[in-house]
């Protein structure tokens, strides 16, 4: 007789993130989204809409990058490295925040998490190389892990680099320069590979090729669907017999 275990279903909710270039329309699809959902999903903000002073370890993390970075888009104050890990620091601290949602089977959306990090940095470790920036992109997406567990799902909304520039744009009031626009145009198809590297956690949605209304429809889904059949969520630097974050379980083959 063969005795099959049970596996623990976590009774969390879904971490999903929303990631994409300035402009591609993240915020605008996640919202319409998340209205036609019943349970309405925690919304993490993005950077940009945090700059009301709020208190607490990210908020002021996060000033820190901006003072640092002297008014840059992209925060870049010229110590990617440095950067990345403060930038991950924020990102950790931001899923500390959340846990008691997650915990109570509320769904959450970040608005930009890790992949920006990765992606971001990545070109500016390894500017004018394509291929590197590819390499070394997946390599801090590998350091974020050990920092705090990835997204469930990351929602890759993506687009023609130049129509997302024009909305950034146009709603920030402002014109990028050639080499801030020439980043984005990087940074979008560095997503666009990075997202072909785990299809299991991206779902990728081009607005070249799908309207708004199918856009926030196929969102919406995916949150939806994001939230059956999840694992624990553990620390990943306690290994895998670290208890839940969310339910407190420990995995049954796990040392006491
Ligand atoms: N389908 C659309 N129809 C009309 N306006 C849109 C549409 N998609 C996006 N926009 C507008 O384009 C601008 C950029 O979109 P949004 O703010 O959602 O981008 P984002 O990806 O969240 O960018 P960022 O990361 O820079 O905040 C916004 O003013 C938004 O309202
Ligand atoms: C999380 C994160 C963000 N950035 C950049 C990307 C944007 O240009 C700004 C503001 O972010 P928002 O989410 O669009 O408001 O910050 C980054 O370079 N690296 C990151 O990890």
Redesign the pocket.
Known sequence: MTITPVRHSCTRGPLVSAEGI?GVGKTYLTNRAVEALDDKPLMLD????RANGRPGLGEALLRFLREASAGD???RGGTPMAEALV?LA??RHDLDTVIPDLSSGRAVVE????D??AV??ALLLRPDDPDAALETATALLELASSYRPLPDLTILVTDDASEAVVRAQRRDRRVFTTEQATFMREACALYERLAATDPARYRVVDRRSVGEHEAAEQIRAWIHDAGTDLGCLREPWQGPGARCMCCGHRAESAPA
């Open positions: 300035n993005e950077f940009s809409q888009p992209f925060l930038l924020i990102k608005g930009r998490s890790v920006t990090t971001c940095q």
